[in-house]
């Protein structure tokens, strides 16, 4: 009987050790997502997606001297009405005082990974050697990786664009923060282990 009671002490030792671990981890799961570190570039890159935040936070970086330009990945076929993404896009720039130093890159891939290929021509056209990318916050950690990966010949560092009605690091305080960290938590776990192999 005293060698089962240790057993189980134990087993319950490893459990509870176990959930705390897993507990701790889960925790600093949307914080992980998270790289905000923006570095001086030759551009800055915003990718498509989210058309608020993400361009504000690039014209915020090139005010403060983080960038020289700001391209803005803007996807070729999508339509809001009447009209084209692209065409949305070249109204918002043309209202902007730094009307000069943005320019539309436009896109055709879904995916991170389909994005920086055919952003990859337009970082080759621009000249630039370093590149900032500017996404969503939740988003920066693949970004970051996908663009390293798949078009290598720059040096990239990212800034991330908050929405706090989308993602947050406490992501157990919102149901919407929750699945958004579900949702790209799977894209990571997808891009690390078979995406970036293919």
């Not at 490893?14 to 671990?21: D, E, Q, S, T």
Request: net charge positive; aromatic share 8%.
């Amino acid at each position: 009987m005293r060698t089962l009671g240790a057993r189980s002490r134990g087993w319950l030792l490893g459990w509870a050790l176990l959930a705390g671990l897993s507990v701790g981890l889960a925790a600093r799961a949307g914080a992980f997502l998270l790289v905000d570190a923006p570095v001086p570039s030759d551009l800055i890159l915003v990718l498509a997606g989210e058309t608020d935040r993400r361009p504000a936070r690039a014209l915020e970086l090139l005010a403060q001297g983080y960038g020289k330009r700001v391209v803005l990945d803007v996807p070729a076929n999508a339509k809001i009405y009447e009209s084209t993404e692209i065409q949305l896009a070249q109204k918002y720039i043309q209202d902007l005082p730094q009307a000069a130093s943005v320019s539309i890159c436009p896109i055709d891939g879904l995916s991170t990974k389909d994005e920086s290929k055919d952003a990859e021509k337009c970082l080759a056209r621009g000249g630039g050697k370093s590149v900032l990318i500017v996404t969503s916050d939740f988003h920066t950690r693949r970004a970051l990786s996908v663009f390293q990966r798949e078009v290598p010949g720059h040096e990239y560092s990212v800034a991330a664009a908050r929405d706090e009605t989308q993602f947050g690091i406490k992501w157990w305080a919102h149901r919407q923060w929750a699945k958004t960290l579900m949702n790209e938590w799977l894209r990571l776990i997808w891009w690390e282990m078979i995406d970036q192999w293919r």
